[in-house]
């Protein structure tokens, strides 16, 4: 409890050291203005007073696209936490469960719905666009032509509505953004990438046109390349890492597990905590602090066969078995062992928290305790 409480003590006050920032935007150039349009506020209007009580708080007001896939729902109530409930509105085009609807405000919102997008941006006064919708990898591959329009066409419209409303975005990148000819242990922030995969193409994409949005234009575009995020919160979402959580979710309901990668297949790998701690940090850290715009961020790596030694620590009778699957595998093949994150470190103070054993130890903690509220 100790540690926790000076994690929490240390991570506050990084987090106000990084809150003294602006962003400065230059007049945008009328050729990526598009056609204005209106229509009704998306909120009730029983929801003015909170919407006004929001704004002399000074709090940025976010939108969350995709909020209903692995991190948003989480990186929501985090969010939360330091900004208010009605600050955070979260996103997607599925029906949330009645938790996420009590939990704050939740809106219909497909990102290759370029109209709809813009007005939900103006009309609930959006300041910080935290862009989640995407395909992942082996999803990605089974249906290109999806991955294609969502992780492309529907960026292009984040990023030109970003644009037009002087908004600060955050999209994120990840691992799959190298390949085969990158250096892979450690693999540093600037160095040839060349993925390939759709879904490693289209971060490598949003990348560069970030980037160049950024210098050509003055927008306020940010990037983290996430490592595999495991977290107990959310189910395995067709990523090449999601072994990594499935493990926990099966060594507690059966006790097997079938690992779908070679158990010398080494990947680097977050904590959920740190993932979100990071992406906020990373958010509130002044512009002049930054010395680029995607970031590596590390915390770990390791093996399957490293992970199931760390969990039988915990569950001796777990019984594991290895069957590659020859998609997965090849895309981890052509992936980063390892992150070199020292710029993070450098530039905006990034730090984890969670290491292999700390990782284990919370999630077999969290997967237990919301299997017996289930129950």
Not at 68 to 84: H, I, M, P
Not at 227 to 255: C, L, M, R, W
């Amino acid at each position: 409890m100790l540690a926790g409480l000076q994690r929490f003590v240390s991570e506050g006050s990084r987090r106000a050291a990084r809150r003294n920032g602006c962003c400065k935007f230059q007049t945008l150039p009328r050729g990526l203005v598009r056609a204005l349009s209106w229509s009704p506020r998306q909120f009730t209007r029983e929801d003015d007073h909170r919407h006004t009580e929001a704004a002399e708080t000074h709090h940025p007001r976010i939108l969350i696209t995709g909020g209903l896939g692995q991190l948003g729902f989480g990186l929501a109530k985090f969010l939360r936490r330091s900004f208010g409930k009605n600050n955070v509105i979260l996103s997607d085009i599925r029906k949330p469960l009645a938790e996420v609807f009590e939990s704050g405000p939740f809106i219909f919102a497909d990102i290759l719905d370029y109209k709809n997008l813009r007005e939900l941006v103006v009309n609930n006064r959006i300041t910080w666009l935290i862009h989640y919708s995407t395909l992942l990898s082996a999803v990605g591959e089974a249906n290109v032509p999806l991955a294609r329009s969502v992780n492309i066409i529907g960026f292009h419209n984040v990023l030109d509505i970003a644009l037009e409303n002087s908004l600060r975005l955050f999209v994120p990148s990840t691992i799959g953004a190298f390949g085969p000819s990158s250096p892979r242990n450690p693999t540093p922030d600037l160095c040839i990438q060349r993925p390939q995969t759709i879904y490693g193409i289209s971060k490598v994409h949003a990348e560069l046109m970030g980037e160049y949005y950024h210098h050509k234009y003055g927008l306020d575009f940010r990037s983290l390349r996430y490592p595999g995020i495991i977290s107990a919160d959310s189910e395995p979402g067709g990523g090449t890492t999601d072994y990594a959580v499935q493990i926990f979710h099966d060594a507690i309901k059966t006790s097997k597990f079938e690992c779908y990668l070679k158990s010398d297949t080494q990947l680097p790998m977050m904590h959920i905590d740190d993932c979100h701690r990071a992406t906020l940090e990373f958010m509130e850290a002044p512009a002049a602090c930054l010395t680029m715009r995607t970031y590596n961020i590390s915390a770990m790596s390791f093996t399957p066969q490293e992970l199931v030694s760390e969990v039988c620590k915990h569950l001796p009778d777990l019984e594991v078995s290895y069957k590659p699957d020859a998609v997965r595998q090849s895309i981890a093949d052509g992936w980063p062992m390892s992150f070199e994150d020292s710029n993070a470190r450098r530039d905006w103070g990034w730090q984890h928290a969670y290491g292999l054993q700390e990782l284990v130890i919370d999630m077999l903690r969290h997967i237990r305790l919301r299997n017996s509220n289930h129950a």
